[in-house]
């Protein structure tokens, strides 16, 4: 299968405790998004790279948080001492010059 | 900040009945898409309709954008129990920067047997 992983898929933590998503995209896409969604919500923008450079990065997100892209490849999301309004589904997404997102299919956390 | 609205928030309907959401926008787009999301599930793409265009047509989907209103409709036909999900409206954050893709919140869809 060549569509965008992530993982893991599911990821129970206790509040405080360091975790790490990584995300897979398309291989011949250059752009990489992140995105964090809560129930009955829409995603909500994260961060995103052009290749390996860091573009955007949203003000919801805290200095706990931190993205990279080494080498324009894969990609990690960290979360520093989680807090329990970090519980939520977190979405990757990749796209070439033609717009369309594919989205993995998330990774979901859950903070204790 | 939110770019698209969907509208209605939910949606129940017969299974056979046709579905149509809608979709509102702010700012001035080039183009604006729907996504689609079962439970849990990842976003999958349906169709992406660019500004110069009027309407969409891809399977049973009907999309159609009116930028005048800065509005989009997105219409199920002969809807199946498959269909029940969430639809999501998608736009760039301006017309010249197409790379910050926003979504709405979603229309709930669930088609009843």
């Known amino acids: 299968d060549t569509g965008v992983s992530q993982d893991p898929r599911h990821k129970i933590t206790k509040r405080g405790q360091n975790v790490t998503f990584r995300c897979d995209p398309i291989?011949?896409?250059?752009?990489l998004y992140w995105y964090r969604q809560t129930l009955g919500q829409g995603p909500e923008f994260l961060t995103y790279?052009?290749?390996?450079?860091?573009?955007?990065k949203s003000r919801l997100l805290s200095d706990r948080f931190s993205a990279e892209r080494p080498k324009g490849s894969f990609s990690t999301l960290e979360i520093q001492r989680t807090e329990q309004g970090d519980s939520a589904m977190y979405l990757c997404a990749s796209s070439s010059y033609t717009g369309e997102l594919f989205f993995g299919e998330g990774s979901r956390l859950t903070v204790l | 900040s939110q770019q698209g609205e969907e509208d209605p928030q939910a949606l129940s309907i017969q299974e056979g009945e046709n579905a149509t959401m809608n979709c509102s926008y702010k700012?001035?787009?080039?183009?604006l898409q729907w996504y689609r999301q079962n439970s849990g599930r990842g976003l999958v793409h349906l169709i992406l309709?660019?500004?110069?265009?009027r309407e969409k047509h891809s399977g049973r989907l009907r999309v159609t954008l009116d930028t005048s209103k800065k509005s989009s409709s997105l219409l199920i036909t002969a809807s199946r129990a498959a269909d029940t999900a969430s639809y999501f409206c998608a736009t760039p954050r301006s017309m010249n920067r197409d790379d910050k893709i926003i979504f709405g919140k979603g229309t709930r869809l669930h088609i009843l047997p």
């Open positions: 790279f052009q290749n390996e450079a860091q573009l955007e």
């Open positions: 309709i660019r500004s110069n265009e």
């Open positions: 700012t001035s787009i080039n183009n």
């Open positions: 291989s011949e896409h250059n752009r």
